[in-house]
Structure formats: C-alpha cells, structure tokens
C-alpha cells in the first residue's frame, strides 16, 4: 500500500469477511441443511451448525437418488451427464468460435460483415424465448434424447467468437508481417503463433462455457425423456417444485451441493487464467 | 462341445428374448407427479407392465405442470409427442379446444373396443371431463378437493372440543377467535384460496360460478361468482385479517407450511395435501373435516367439486398402439389400482368401486378423516352449478381472481369491488377464448 | 477497428466460418423466422386451430396494461440488479485490493456464485427465505419483520434481486479486481505524495479509470438481468405473488405454456429479440470506440 493506515486496513477486513460471509451463507445453510434428517427440515427454526446424517443423506442421493425405492435416479449418472453437456460446450464453442474470429479478423473476404453480424447478434437471447421452434428444429433432425442435441443448440451464441476478436485486434501486426514474410500459410501462423497466444483467453472460456453448460436447465428438460440423459441441475430444480408435496430439504440439498461442487471446482482451480483471460481480451 | 452348445443356446435365447423385449410397444407417459407421489406412478406403471407383455409404459416425470404441458406441446408440434400427458384441471377447456390434438378418451376406448363404463366413476369426477351429453374426455387420474383440516392440540389449548370440528362458517370464526386467543400466531388460512373460496363455495351451496352451466353449455359463458354470498364471505373474511382469525398465505399450495408448523389452527385445501400435513403434525394432532357452509344461504351443503389432473391422450401415434393405451387407462382405473393410489397418495378414489374397496379393506378405521373427500363429492348427485367447470382462459382467469382477492387481502378493495373487477376481467378473457376457438 | 495486416485466401475463411455460421442458421435464424411467423398467428397450443391474424397479437399486446406492467418491473429489476450488483462488487473489489493478508481466500470465498446455476441459487435462495422454515425468514420474524416473498409482492422483487446479484457479484468483483490492479501504482503514489487521503485518491484517479470497465459491466449486468435471470425467477416466484416478479422473459414463458397463447408470447419473444439486439449494438459500438482511443 502506498502508506499505512491500520484503520483503512481493519475496515478493509472487515467489510471483506461481512462480504464473503454474506455470499458464502447460502452455502453454508445448504451444506448444513444437507447433514440433518427429514424432520429437523420440517421446523423453523433450523439449526446452524451441521448434524449427524452427512454420510447417510449423500449416500441415498449417491446411491439411491433422491427418492427411494425405484424412484431415484442414480445421481452419478446425472453428474456424468452434465459433466459431458458441460465439456461439449466448452469444447465445441471453443473450437468453432476461435476459428470463425480468426477468419472475421485476419481476412478480407465477401460477406465478411454479414457473417460477423450474423454471428454477433445471437450473443444474448436465450433458449426460453424461442423454445418451440428450437424443439422443433432439434426433433427434426433426430437430436431428441441425444448429447448432440444436448450440446449443440447451446453452442450457437457469440460470447466466445466475439472474445476472441477482440483478442485477435490487440495481436500486434508485427507477427503477422512476420510469419507473411517467412512464407508461412495462414493455417501454420494460426497453429504456431496465434493459438499459443490464446492459451489464456481460452482457459477463461473454457471457465465461462463450461459453467454455462453446466448450469443449463430448461432445455435439458425438454428435450430429454430418458433419464440416461437427465442432468443434475435439472434434476434439482424438478425436485423443489412438486406438485402436492413439500420438498425433503435435506436430500434436495445434498444435491444442490453434488451439482454445485463440479462448476465451483472448476473456478477455483482456473481462477488465476480466468481473471488475466477475461482481462486481456476484454479490455 | 457341449459347452459350446450351451453357450450358442444361451446366446439363441438372449437374442429372441432381445427381440421380445424389442416387440413390445412402448407408450409414454408424461407426468408431474415428483417425490412419493412419482414412486407412486412408477409402482403402478411397474404392475402394468408385469402384467402383460405387449406393452410397455415409460413414465417421465416432466417436472411442474406447466412444465410438463410445455415439453408436450413443444413435443406434440414436432411430432414427438407422448401418447398420455397429465394436464391439470384448469387446462381442460383449451385442451378441448385443441382440436387434432387430443384423442377424447370416449373415442379411444370405443375405436379400440375396450370395455368403458362412465357409470363407474364418481359423479363430480366424470362430471368435470365429459361432455353435456356425457362423454368422457380425458381419464380421471389424480383428483382431490378442498376439505377442512384443525390442529386438536391447538383446539384443546384454546378451549375447544378438539374432536369436533365447526359446522358453519360462523362456528369458524367463533374457533378462529378463540384460537387467537390462546395465542395462536393464525385461526385460519386457505390454500388454493380461488378454487375453495369462490368455485367450491359456489358448489357447496349451489350457486352458479358461470353461466351456461358453468360454461359446460358453450363458450359463451359468463362469470357469475360476484353473487351476495361470496362478498360476504370474502368480506367476512377480509375483517377477519384484521386480528389474524384469517391468514393470507399464498396462493396455490404455499400456506399449507403455515398449518404445518403450527401457525394456523384450521386450514381450508386439497385433500391432497393430507399427506404432507400428517408427516409433519403426526396422526393425533390432525383432523380432517368436511368444508364449513352457510345455513343461511342453503340449508344443507351440496357437494363439492374438484381439482388436480387428468390424463389426455394425444393424437400422432399408430393405431394399434393406442389399444395399449386404453388398456392402460382402463388398468389405471381398475378398482384395486385405483383404490391403491388414492391410500398411498391422498388423492380421492375415482370409481365408486375403488371407494368400496379401500372401506372394506379398513383403511378408513386406521386412517380416520381420510373418507372425507369421497363424502363431499358424492353428498348429493350433483347439479349443474357442482359438476365443475368448464372456462376457457381458466389458467389466467384464475390469476386475475387471485389479484383481485389479495387485493382485498391487503387493504387495497373492498370485497365486492375486487370481485365485480375479478369477474369483469374474467369475463374479457372468456370472450377472448371464444373469439380464438369459434 | 480493423487488422491491417490479412492473409489472401479465396476459400479458407469461408470454411473457417462455415461450422458456427451452420450452427447458428440452424438453431438460431431459423427458429426465430417460425417465431417471427408465429407471432402472427392466432392458435391453440398445440397448433390445431391456426389463424393468421396479421399484426393482432402486436396490437393487443400494447393495448395489454400487464405488458406494461412487466416491462416497468423489467426495466426497475434490472436497474436494481446493475446497480447493487456493482456497487457491492466494486466497495469489495476496492477492499479487496488493499489487503494483502488473506486476499486469496477472500477471494476464493467471493467467486463460488458465479458457480452455481440459476436455478440453484434460486432453490437455495428460497429455502433461506422459506416463510415457514427459513433460516433468514425465521430471523427476520424474531426482529420483528415478517418477510414472506410468497405473499408480499416488494418482498418477492427484494428477494429475486439478492439472489440474481449474488449470482453475478463474483464476476463483476473479478472484473473491477482485474481493473484495480491493473492501474499504475505510480499514479497513486503520486497523488498520495500531493497529500490527497485515500477517497479523494479513489474518488479523482481511481474511479475514472474504472470507468471503462465499468460500463462494460454495466451492460453485461443490464443484459444479464434481462435474460440471465430467468431460472432464478422459475425456481424462486414463478413471476407472483400478483405477477411482482413477472419479468419479461418470464411472461413470454410463462403466457406461451401456463397460459397456451403462443401468438401473443411469440409477438413478445420478437419484441425481446428487438431489444438484445439493440442492446448488443449499442455494445458493441461502445466496445469499438474505446479500442479506438
């Protein structure tokens, strides 16, 4: 710091852990709710430390899945499930979009424009909005109760296209000049300069895309009737609203933490590359 | 060699029962129904499935209603639909409307000539999905209607007679007051507030909701609801809110946590909702009663109308595979299966057999109160204004009446204002529908 | 802003383009176009009885006072969600940039949200405020509030707000961190030498050099709240009590399969279509100018 002062630096603390203690309590109180039984779940008020049921609750949604008897649907299949929707994303929106922002950036065609706008414009607008003609779309080429089905409508957004534009520009010319001049195709420039370049803005999509595929639920919903394809976001967020019936907390809890763990993981672990992705491309 | 026999044996037999297995025509079943009430289904679709060997029923539970409605529309346009969807009540005018698109479950049992007897089912049940002329449109599956539940310790501590719940609308509020105070933190509070309140009070008492017989006679209908009996209910209640005798929880479901955890004394909702309040007050402390009424506007109650979910049978499938279908119907409302969902899961028996059945088996005895949706429903045959209804729009005519009713709630209107706007508001969107379906 | 230097090829940025302009013909022009046809349709849900009614489900949709209504509570959610979501993140970010002691697991602590699925946050959200077994809801009705989101409408906009911001507050705090850091120290200590105190340093150096990445945030948070909040909203209100919640990209969902006019929810799916895209201009040419300077 540029000088001392011990009481900005208290109340920096201070404001920091009222922050991480405010975002972290929801956390918290699913984790504890998640070690109680059933009826504790039923009465306010419900206690603040964890219980004793840890191991049994998480070992009938692991096992059992969330209803017993034959009910459940085994979790780890739902976990395995949105781990490959969330890879499929990642990886596919990588790949298609790095190349379509290498072609908008690096050369000069017809058309250009129009396929830059055409790509640019689907940056926002979600799938619930047009959910009908999307089904439609997906029955119709046979991707119902498919990974393909799964994957691929949701790779159709711009983020990452535009994320890698805006990191092409800031490229300096000089390394392309350089790479004209020892005669090197453009496909041997992208392999061997530009890719490596990208490693950090790429780790930082990889984060983005691969949180968004994870966190996906309607569609999956929809276009899925067979629960060798459900996922566990989806299965979540089925749970706490039935019809006629109050949710069972601590179960329903024990797998909102199971379907949150995998995602938060994955921005722990890729913090640091997240953070100077996001920077370099975006600023 | 033998071995190798064996083995090619084995191998024969695997494949042929492959191939059986491969035969057997498979028909989905998409349905709300999540936690017990889906081990429920998934038990009965279980049994149906052992007990033949042509067809197989897949039953997927597609989340909430609307949920479930949305994946089978989006399914149905793209020629993926299921051959069974669960609809909910308020739902049965547009599904009617949607003209090649259902298959009227009268039509599919007479085109697959299975056997099919609507004198079998409970009046008010069969009522709310046939026809005027009696045809059933879609099967009964899940249906339950509002009964009245009080808290027995609570009666006790206030100083009532804990096994006799009040008859008349006047004896709940006179417990409602005496809840209170004993310090009770609510007297009453209702579920479902539009359905108990304005439909079923209407049936009780034998007043019309709508007109042309609440709408079963053509989409010309209009709401009536804002009648001299239902502003005093509702303005009765709206002074009740002042000291608590009455609570406003929410719609739909969401104030049954309040009777749940001990708040409320009594409570007015689905009996349906019997499960859920057992688990959480236990045997002794729960009572289940019938709905209160008004002496002065009807000597004696009429019977009640109800709500929940059908099963619509969607077009867009080979012939022989809707003969599955209506054999599993017909299995679905056997009196044994029929019988055994409505003691597993609280909703009411839809045949009269089934009704038989679950009181010769003395389930009643070990469950008492748990009769009482089936008296409500067959108290008297039912009339024109109790058979139910029959609203286009019904799903945002609802919302406007739950507007208008948590109007009064807070403060904002006055009891016949806010049902005078309800029934206005209501009344535009029936003409909307007609206007789309004429 | 363009490359000066470009490689010369007839072909190859044809293929290279070619997989994500497939994919979003397919999966994004085209449905729009059935939308776009749908919104002049009046039909059942199911597409049996089809009329084709021109610009009626526009007309009536302005005539609608509910439209109203939602795009009102769209434009006061978002603004709310924007503006304590940056606030919040941007008082952390600046905290966070002067501790040192522990600023990792501060960190680490404030970047799990942007983790958790709408959906989910909606659910745990709603267990917290739960009015019969809430944790928070049972607190808050010892101190003498009765907080009940499932009856009171304010209550329900209040709650949604919190668990959409909380959603989103690790990704602005990362932001503004990024930006923090990377402002040169040298102009800090300048200004500290010249005897400014530390909010008049943030107030005069710091915070205009955020700008930028301020309004950046500004609008991916306004979008953000638009569109992204949609599984907070489902798993939360489901748009009530008395349509508190009903934010436009719910009511398009929400009149299309609870209510079955898929007309009147195309014309607003068109309308939203509009609006992301305009937003996304405005985006866009704001991102291009500033690479410029």
């Known amino acids: 710091m540029v000088e001392n002062r011990p009481f900005l630096t208290v109340l920096s603390h201070l404001v920091m852990i009222l922050g991480v203690v405010i975002v972290a309590f929801p956390v918290w109180m699913t984790f504890v709710a998640s070690t109680h039984d059933q009826a504790t779940m039923l009465r306010a008020p419900i206690p603040l430390l964890p219980g004793t049921h840890l191991i049994e609750n998480y070992r009938q949604v692991l096992t059992a899945g969330y209803n017993q008897g034959n009910g459940g649907i085994p979790i780890l299949t739902t976990l395995m499930n949105s781990l490959i929707m969330a890879l499929g994303v990642a990886i596919g929106k990588i790949a298609i979009s790095i190349i379509a922002a290498f072609a908008v950036v690096y050369f000069r065609f017809p058309l250009r424009m129009v396929f830059f706008w055409a790509i640019f414009v689907t940056l926002m607008l979600p799938v619930e909005v047009r959910i009908v003609p999307t089904y439609g779309v997906v029955a119709a080429l046979g991707m119902l109760n498919s990974y393909a089905g799964l994957i691929i409508p949701i790779i159709a957004s711009a983020t990452a296209t535009f994320l890698f534009r805006q990191f092409f520009l800031s490229v300096p010319d000089e390394l392309t000049e350089a790479s004209r001049v020892d005669g090197a195709s453009p496909m041997r420039f992208f392999w061997d300069i530009l890719l490596p370049m990208s490693r950090t803005s790429i780790a930082a999509l990889f984060v983005i895309q691969f949180i968004y595929g994870w966190n996906q639920y309607l569609w999956p919903l929809l276009i899925t009737t067979k629960e060798s394809f459900y996922t566990i976001v989806m299965n979540v967020s089925r749970q706490a609203n039935v019809a006629d019936a109050a949710p069972q907390w601590n179960l329903l809890m024990a797998m909102a933490m199971l379907a949150m763990l995998p995602p938060v993981l994955v921005v722990i672990f890729m913090q640091r590359q997240f953070v100077r992705g996001l920077v370099e491309t975006e600023k | 060699m033998s071995r190798t026999l064996l083995s090619s044996v084995a191998a024969i037999v695997a494949l042929a029962s492959a191939h059986g297995a491969a035969a057997q025509t498979e028909i989905q079943w998409w349905h709300a129904m999540g936690g017990k009430l889906g081990e429920a289904v998934n038990a009965m679709t279980d049994e149906f499935n052992k007990s033949q060997s042509e067809y197989k029923v897949v039953p997927v539970f597609k989340g909430t209603y609307t949920e479930t409605l949305t994946a089978a529309v989006a399914a149905f346009r793209a020629k993926q639909g299921p051959h069974i969807v669960q609809v909910f009540e308020v739902g049965t005018a547009n599904m009617m409307a949607a003209k090649g698109a259902v298959y009227p479950v009268y039509q599919l049992m007479a085109d697959t000539k299975e056997p099919f007897d609507p004198k079998a089912f409970l009046g008010p049940v069969y009522g709310y999905y046939s026809t005027t002329d009696g045809k059933l449109l879609s099967m009964p599956f899940n249906s339950s209607t509002p009964v009245f539940y009080w808290n027995k310790e609570m009666f006790q501590k206030a100083g009532l007679d804990p096994n006799t719940p009040p008859k008349t609308w006047k004896e709940v509020g006179d417990a409602a007051a005496k809840l209170v105070a004993s310090g009770a933190k609510c007297g009453l509070t209702s579920a479902w507030q539009t359905w108990v309140l304005l439909e079923n009070y209407g049936a009780w008492h034998n007043l019309p909701f709508a007109t042309l017989q609440n709408g079963f006679g053509g989409l010309g209908t209009e709401l009536k609801f804002n009648d001299e009996p239902r502003i005093k209910l509702i303005s009765m209640l709206a002074d009740w809110t002042k000291d608590k005798r009455f609570v406003y929880g929410g719609r739909e479901d969401k104030p049954t946590p309040l009777m749940a955890s001990g708040d409320c004394g009594m409570e007015l909702t689905s009996s349906g909702s019997a499960s859920t309040l057992l688990a959480s007050l236990g045997p002794d402390k729960l009572g289940i009663g019938m709905m209160p009424y008004s002496p002065e506007v009807r000597a004696e109650p009429q019977n009640s109308i109800i709500g929940g979910a059908t099963l619509w049978v969607l077009q867009g499938h080979p012939k022989e595979e809707y003969k599955g279908v209506a054999k599993f119907l017909n299995f679905v409302s056997s009196p044994e299966v029929a019988a055994k969902w409505h003691q597993t899961t609280g909703y009411v028996p839809i045949t009269f057999a089934a009704a038989k059945l679950t009181e010769e088996s003395g389930f009643y005895k070990k469950n008492p109160g748990r009769d009482v949706a089936v008296k409500e429903l067959t108290l008297n045959p039912p009339t024109e204004n109790s058979k139910g209804l029959r609203l286009g729009n019904f799903v945002q005519i609802r919302d406007a009446e739950d507007e208008e009713l948590e109007a009064v709630w807070t403060g904002k209107k006055d009891a016949k204002t806010a049902l005078d706007d309800a029934v206005k508001r209501g009344n535009e969107l029936l003409r909307k529908f007609e206007a789309a379906n004429k | ?293």
């Open chain 3, 1 to 293: 802003m363009e490359k000066r230097v470009t490689f010369n090829e007839r072909w190859l940025p044809y293929l290279l383009v070619a997989p994500q302009i497939v994919v979003t013909l397919v999966f994004f022009f085209w449905p729009s176009a059935q939308m776009i046809w749908q919104s002049t349709l009046l039909e059942d849900a199911f597409g049996g009885n089809t009329k084709f009614v021109g610009f009626d489900n526009f007309v009536s949709l302005f005539n609608d006072s509910a439209y109203f209504a939602s795009a009102r509570l769209t434009i006061t959610f978002s603004f709310l969600v924007a503006a304590i979501g940056l606030a919040v993140s941007l008082l952390l970010a600046v905290m966070a940039d002067r501790v040192i002691r522990g600023a990792t697991i501060y960190k680490t602590f404030l970047v799990w949200p942007y983790a958790v699925a709408p959906a989910v946050a909606g659910v745990l959200w709603g267990f917290l405020f739960n009015p019969s077994v809430g944790t928070v809801a049972w607190l808050l009705h010892n101190v003498g509030i009765d907080f009940n989101y499932v009856t009171n409408g304010n209550q329900a906009l209040l709650l949604i707000v919190i668990a959409a911001v909380w959603n989103q507050v690790s990704y602005n705090f990362l932001f503004f961190l990024a930006g923090l850091q990377s402002i040169p120290r040298s102009l800090i200590e300048a200004a500290a030498i010249d005897g400014a105190g530390p909010s008049r340093r943030f107030w005069d150096i710091i915070f205009p050099l955020l700008s930028p990445t301020g309004f950046f945030l500004l609008v991916v948070n306004i979008i953000y709240a638009f569109f992204g909040t949609f599984g907070v909203v489902d798993a939360l209100t489901k748009g009530g009590p008395a349509k508190a919640t009903e934010i436009l990209v719910f009511k398009v969902y929400n009149d299309g399969f609870r209510g079955q006019d898929l007309g009147g929810s195309s014309a607003q799916s068109v309308i939203l279509m509009v609006v992301v895209i305009l937003l996304t201009i405005v985006q866009f040419r704001f991102i291009e100018r500033r690479v410029h300077y």
